[in-house]
């Protein structure tokens, strides 16, 4: 954790999950307390715009979760993507550095939900990673990182829509991301699992369903399994992902690989019948540093680590009068720009990125800018 005071200006930083789920919380609350929550709710409930009360928040927001799947990494997976001589070993690559953007959620806290015009802005050496909630409802999150020197180049647009079934929260992450590889004329296509909250009977938390990756320029692409656990907890493997690699042409299958994404993943050659460790987990999530400020007066009002300080520090006290207060203060901040808006006929408009929705209802995001300039807070390398 980490708490900077100047000028009446104050940022929250605190560190990222670790392989176990960790983080600045205390032990997940009850299922009974849980399930409260959900007693009033039907099934097919859309819970979008569900309140959560601050006793299940992390003291973190959903921009900053985002984004430490980008620059939180024990090992430099995306890096390797690009320095990847073949075709090929810069695919298998991509899939290992994919499988790596999962975290460990935790049963029974959640994010804050980001407010409209929210931005998250850090450095990891060359990486530039900055991310903006470009809408609020529905709520729409946008990521460009960049690497300057290696010409590499990541866009994300993100809606999650979570549903009630009745015993469980099926959150459905929807967007397209795109990793580029410019020096090598080659742009990534991939989607990503949703998030499964199992209440009743056996409660739990998971990533689950199928990830297609797909390369156009290279001919190759990929499918992805996650799996989780029976309702029961009697079938399936926690936290498993299987798939292949096959060239997109022939629907000839190259590459197979099984294992889990919190402990390793194995890749085997249909060719040659080589077995290969693609992913160890332990090596991603090792010496994780929580990010620190370098430069206050570079820190936006707009930063999630600014808008959310007064109540992130109220959750590690546990004075939940106060976070409940500091979240109301966020939330009629919030209000009040919206009647001014109103009131003035304006339309908010995002600052970093452009926002389109096609006839399907489909959202994307392009970047306005083609590279993110350093930022004020930064991921220490040692």
């Not at 992390?58 to 320095?83: A, F, I, W």
């Not at 990486?127 to 690497?147: C, F, G, M, R």
């Not at 987990?281 to 570079?298: C, F, H, M, R, W």
């Not at 970093?352 to 300039?373: A, E, M, S, Y």
């Amino acid at each position: 954790m980490v708490t900077i005071i100047k000028d009446e200006k104050k940022i929250f930083l605190s560190r990222p999950h670790s392989i176990n789920g960790d983080s600045e919380v205390d032990s997940p609350k009850s299922i009974q307390r849980i399930s409260s929550l959900f007693k009033n709710i039907k099934p097919g409930f859309d819970l979008t715009n569900f309140k959560l009360p601050p006793l299940f928040n992390l003291p973190k927001s959903h921009l900053q979760c985002y984004g430490e799947t980008v620059y939180c990494m024990g090992t430099d997976m995306l890096s390797r993507c690009n320095q990847a001589d073949s075709p090929v070993d810069r695919f298998i690559s991509v899939v290992a550095w994919n499988i790596s953007t999962l975290r460990p959620p935790i049963f029974g806290f959640a994010p804050y939900n980001p407010i409209l015009g929210e931005t998250h802005h850090v450095s990891r050496a060359n990486l530039n990673v900055l991310l903006e909630q470009i809408s609020h409802h529905p709520p729409v999150s946008a990521l460009h990182a960049t690497d300057e020197k290696q010409k590499i180049q990541l866009i994300r647009c993100q809606l999650c829509v979570p549903k009630f079934n009745g015993i469980a929260v099926v959150n459905e992450v929807r967007g397209k991301r795109q990793l580029k590889l410019l020096s090598r004329g080659e742009t990534y296509e991939m989607n990503s699992p949703d998030l499964l909250i199992r209440i009743l009977p056996t409660p739990g938390v998971d990533w689950d369903g199928d990830v297609r990756i797909r390369c156009p320029e290279n001919g190759l692409e990929a499918e992805l399994h996650y799996g989780h656990k029976s309702f029961l907890g009697l079938r399936g493997s926690h936290r498993s992902v299987k798939g292949k690699i096959l060239e997109t042409s022939t629907k000839r299958t190259l590459f197979e690989f099984n294992g889990n994404w919190d402990r390793t993943v194995t890749m085997k050659d249909n060719a040659s019948r080589k077995l290969t460790v693609i992913y160890n987990a332990e090596e991603v999530y090792s010496g994780l540093k929580t990010p620190i400020v370098n430069d206050l007066q570079g820190v936006l009002s707009t930063e999630s680590a600014a808008v959310w300080s007064e109540l992130s520090e109220a959750l590690m006290r546990h004075d939940w009068e106060k976070a409940n207060e500091a979240k109301n203060a966020v939330e009629e901040k919030q209000r009040e720009l919206l009647r001014e808006r109103e009131s003035k006929g304006e339309t908010w408009v995002p600052q970093h990125f452009t926002l389109t929705r096609n006839k399907d209802g489909v959202w994307d995001c392009l970047p306005i800018h083609q590279w993110v300039p350093p930022a004020p807070i930064i991921v220490p390398l040692s």
